[in-house]
């Protein structure tokens, strides 16, 4: 079974452009997160959705934003970009959002530079 | 506010002996606690967990030790092998999958 997805793997962008980064969950999953790593650091939550609906959103400016599909695979957007969004973002897929933990597994990433 | 933090940035252990990675937590309401496995250029690879109703969990070669009175956790593995080679994270969750990870441990085994 094919795990967590995210496209493009790299990508170089400059200060004040927008980007969409791209994830397609493991079949099945209904819940998709997003997480920022910046290096030497663990992962930070951006957001979470469930069934197209936002259930959480960490500590970023509205500069961010995301959004579902119904088809369960999500976007994460990111305008005005500033040198320190230069991360590698990583999207997270779990079963269902029922309250009990399920653990979440993770794609590969997007490596995001800014000049 | 770094809420879970791991003190230690690396960690070298010989092949076939015990590692022990550890975790720190501040928050006493957190109610799972989770450890992730990080190869370069990959995400990360969920190992195990553990709820903070219970002081142990068993999986394989990992172990997952809580202690909530100190606000502490370690992982086990045993007998540590060269693929275990990696960053470890310790993440907690307050049971809405908005992990809080750890700054991360690298664990070098040595052949």
């Known amino acids: 079974d094919a795990g967590v997805t995210q496209s493009p793997t790299h990508l170089i962008k400059t200060r004040g452009q927008q980007v969409t980064l791209r994830c397609s969950p493991i079949?099945?999953?209904?819940?998709v997160s997003w997480y920022q790593q910046v290096l030497g650091q663990g992962p930070q939550f951006i957001f979470q959705?469930?069934?197209?609906?936002?259930?959480g959103r960490g500590n970023f400016p509205d500069r961010f934003s995301a959004r579902q599909f119904p088809n369960y695979s999500s976007e994460l957007n990111v305008n005005a970009l500033l040198l320190g969004d230069s991360a590698l973002y990583l999207c997270?897929?779990?079963?269902?959002?029922?309250?009990?933990?399920?653990?979440?597994?993770f794609g590969d990433g997007t490596r995001l530079s800014i000049l | 506010d770094q809420q879970v933090k791991q003190n230690s940035p690396s960690l070298s252990v010989q092949e076939g002996r015990i590692s022990i990675l550890n975790c720190d937590y501040t928050?006493?309401?957190?109610?799972?606690f989770l450890w992730y496995k990080k190869y370069p250029a990959e995400g990360p690879t969920f190992l195990i967990s553990?709820?903070?109703?219970?002081d142990k969990n068993e999986d394989g070669r990992f172990t997952v030790f809580l202690n909530k009175s100190a606000k502490h956790l370690s992982l086990h593995i045993v007998p540590s092998q060269p693929g275990d080679s990696a960053v470890y994270f310790c993440?907690?969750?307050?049971?809405?999958?908005?992990?809080?990870f750890g700054t991360g441990t690298r664990l070098t085994i040595i052949p």
């Open positions: 553990i709820s903070s109703i219970k």
């Open positions: 928050n006493s309401m957190f109610d799972y």
């Open positions: 959705y469930y069934e197209k609906e936002e259930r």
């Open positions: 993440a907690a969750d307050f049971g809405n999958e908005k992990l809080t």
């Open positions: 079949s099945g999953h209904k819940s």
């Open positions: 997270a897929s779990s079963l269902e959002w029922t309250g009990v933990m399920q653990p979440q597994h």
